[in-house]
């Protein structure tokens, strides 16, 4: 065998190494769960087959004897008829509006686990409007009032009447001009500058929601670093738009996120050493739950919820995340509502 021989798969191999070891580099710093390798988790969900409970099994789902199980039918037909009869309008519009409403069909069908959510969404009719609100209380097209405990998810922090207040005071205010596009009410400047004092920036930019500013920061940190990755760390929320929610929820593929563990030395290592992430999108809220997902709303259900907070610990990652971005030229993000 001449040396060609020799020398080109040994040349092809030593070209090989650098890229293998970026591989399991990043593999290495990836959150070990589906969470973090989110084309394992997608094929793996392909794999899992749906089921629902039949009646019989809904109501002794736990293996309780007959005469429970009864007890728990009695007690569900009495709570669907009770609903039928107190929300009837309610529901009625409800009904008409899921037809053209895709938001309604989604959020009807995953609203109780799957095994249980044929019977339920059947025969458990749940509203979707409410006709007025005063204070901490919804009322709906039934006249039957509700203590809104969420805060409608936490939009109305301040209150029902605190909003409708400067909304009137903004309707007033801006009557004169009217809706326009592209040209601008002066109380714009006046809150850009209230803004900029407040967050100690230098310029500010109005969305309509969280998840169309993380789309636009992204954008232009792509744009600008020439490069198509990002990184986010596991059990952060980024909003609901496919590149910053990877997994089996996402109807496309992965691509080019990279969902690394919090609190890790290995994914700092993956930040020095690639070239072609744009950005690390960080929640600093995660201090509360590191590598974990924020309480959902089933942690209601028995007080599951918990939190830790290690201030110098979590200070003292985000200060080596930004040391290691500055210095690799990644657009650090700073995604949060709450501050």
Not at 143 to 155: A, C, K, Q
Not at 220 to 238: D, E, P, Q, S
Not at 240 to 264: I, K, M, Y
Request: hydrophobic content about 40%; glycine content about 8%.
């Amino acid at each position: 065998m001449s040396f060609f021989e020799y020398a080109l798969p040994a040349a092809a191999l030593a070209l090989g190494l650098p890229a293998l070891k970026r591989r399991l580099d990043l593999s290495r710093a990836k959150h070990r769960s589906l969470a973090g390798h989110s084309r394992m988790a997608k094929r793996l969900a392909r794999l899992l087959p749906g089921y629902a409970y039949d009646e019989a099994k809904f109501f002794n789902c736990d293996g309780v004897s007959d005469e429970v199980a009864q007890q728990r039918r009695a007690a569900f037909e009495a709570l669907c008829a009770g609903f039928a009869q107190r929300y009837a309008r309610t529901l009625a519009l409800t009904a008409q509006a899921r037809e053209g409403l895709a938001d309604l069909q989604f959020t009807g069908k995953y609203r109780v686990p799957f095994q249980f959510s044929p019977i339920v969404s059947e025969r458990l009719k749940v509203g979707a409007f409410v006709q007025s609100a005063e204070g901490v209380s919804l009322t709906d097209l039934d006249g039957n009032r509700f203590i809104d405990l969420t805060g409608s998810y936490g939009v109305n922090v301040f209150g029902v009447d605190f909003y409708k207040a400067t909304m009137a005071e903004g309707a007033a205010m801006a009557q004169d001009l009217g809706p326009v596009l592209g040209a601008y009410h002066p109380c714009v400047a006046e809150n850009i500058e209230r803004l900029r004092a407040i967050s100690g920036l230098d310029a500010v930019s109005f969305h309509m929601s969280g998840t169309e500013a993380v789309m636009q920061a992204v954008r232009l940190a792509r744009y600008h670093t020439r490069r198509k990755h990002l990184v986010r760390f596991c059990g952060a929320y980024h909003g609901w738009w496919e590149d910053v929610q990877p997994g089996p929820g996402n109807p496309l593929p992965p691509r080019e996120t990279h969902t690394l563990a919090d609190l890790s030395e290995r994914s700092l290592q993956v930040l020095r050493t690639r070239k072609d992430i744009a950005c690390v999108l960080v929640n600093p809220l995660q201090a509360l739950h590191p590598n974990r997902n924020a309480p959902a709303d089933s942690a209601l259900v028995d007080s599951s919820r918990q939190a830790g907070y290690d201030k110098a610990v979590y200070t003292a990652w985000l200060q080596r995340l930004r040391e290691v971005c500055t210095e690799r030229g990644i657009v650090l993000i700073f995604d949060e509502v709450f501050l």
